[in-house]
């Protein structure tokens, strides 16, 4: 017998296939079956990652917890103020918070009021993505000094991370030193020496801004262990110091003039930025070297100095100069070149020390493993060594470098790996509710959690208060209030 031709046998083994595959391919729609996944940490990784779990796949649910009560990690508390356009993932980042399957639960340290294990308990699979909260120490005498500071906390202090909002920052001196030449270094610097009118059109927190109202700060040092060809910062931001309205730059043509014969071998990127160091030093625009005639700041770029001491100030209040050595630089591979120190030393005086050698992750839970000498959590493929389900994304995965485009990579590349470890059946879903168990345990604790419409609230309440004094937004910098704001205000 046959149905339009073709043998029942055919058929009937058709439909035994079919009905063979059906409890894999249904796997995510019975209700048990759900898989959870709990992200730790808003920031540009966590954020990646679940766009790519709710977009490959099609009844996965996502809860995103953070620490803080507001979302997105250092993209508000790390992305300097005048770089707006930078922040616009913020509108991708809220098109995932806002699908059906995603839930944001703020105001929740995980860790502390929650442990991973109890996460583990509930969840499909974990993923770490709650970045790099420490900072790079030099270990040198006269680091715990007053005004020496990391700059990742005076970031923080500028765009009003609560922890860093009370941080004793003293503007009171002439010259500062930031130690460091990667991009966040030029950021300290930038805000050191931008002219008030520009930054108070920024979402610059208050209390910085009335502090750089009365800054005394004209000149800032930025000094590097290694040469020219070594430096971390990028040309938009070397632009931008160059630039910078009523501020003169000073590079010692010496410094740069050997670059010259070097930058038409130079790799595309490092040539642009070579070719700016060397003009800036050596052959600057004439309309530059008009506009730094009048300036009333500058900046000085230093080459080949280790810091040996930072010296105290007579009253022992704060730092009086910084010491160091003068490097030479080793190696065949000039780009890659190492510093070694010779017995020359230098100093140069100033009143505020500002340390940005960068920033390092720190474990939250005694359970994740965590590679201390790298300050990293220890991974394959974001796959944590030696723990099925659990996962890590972003700066604590792969160290405190990148910028947000290097961390989408990232968090897409996790979600891909979560996506394949579940179609492969390797992870559990059943007996796994998410956070309607974990809900009940955070609530019995007295966490108060803030949901994404919670910090739409905030949100507004900032974006209103920033209207009314020219700026996008007032940030609110402690947590309290920013509670107060979710409990006050009608949704
Ligand atoms: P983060 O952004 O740090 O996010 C981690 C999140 O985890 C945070 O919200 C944190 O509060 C949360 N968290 C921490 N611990 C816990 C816990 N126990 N429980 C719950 N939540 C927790 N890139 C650019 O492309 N352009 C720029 O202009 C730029 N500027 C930068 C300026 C600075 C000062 C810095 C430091 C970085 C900058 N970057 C910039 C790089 C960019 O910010 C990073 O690539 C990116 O933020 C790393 O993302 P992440 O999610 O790994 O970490």
Redesign the pocket.
Known sequence: MSLYGVPRYRISRAISTFLRSLPRRCKHTSPDKVPHVAI???????FYTAQQLLKGHPSVRVDI????PVPF???RF???PD?PE?KNVINTFTQTAEKDRCSFLGN????KDITVSELQKNYTAVVL?????ADRTLGIPGEDLPNVLSARRF?GWYNGLPEDKELPVDLSCDSAVVLGHG??AL?VARILLTPLDILKKTDISEHALASLAESRVKQVHLVGRRGPLQVAFTIKELREMVNLPECRTVINPQDVASLKELINDLPRPRKRLTDLLYRSGCEPAEKDVKRWADAVRQWNLHFCLSPQEVAASADGKGPERVKFAVNRLEGPDLVNQKAVATDAVTDITCGLVLRSIG?KSIP?DSTVPFDADKGIIPNKNSRVQGTKGLYCS???GRGPV??????MTDGFDTGKVILKDMEEGQLETTGKQGHAEVKDILTQRGVEIVTFSDWEKINTSESEAGKKIGKPREKITDVPSMLGVVKSKPS
Do not use: C, Q, R
């Not at 917890?65 to 803080?68: T, V």
């Not at 929740?108 to 860790?111: E, F, L, M, R, S």
């Not at 993505?129 to 909260?133: E, H, N």
């Not at 990148?402 to 961390?407: A, F, P």
């Open positions: 730790i940490g808003s920031g540009p990784a966590g917890f953070e620490k803080l990690g250092l993209v790390g992305v300097a770089h930078v929740v340290t995980i860790g993505s709650y970045g790099a909260d970031v991009n966040v950021d920033y939250i972003g700066w604590v990148g910028v947000i485009l290097n961390t």
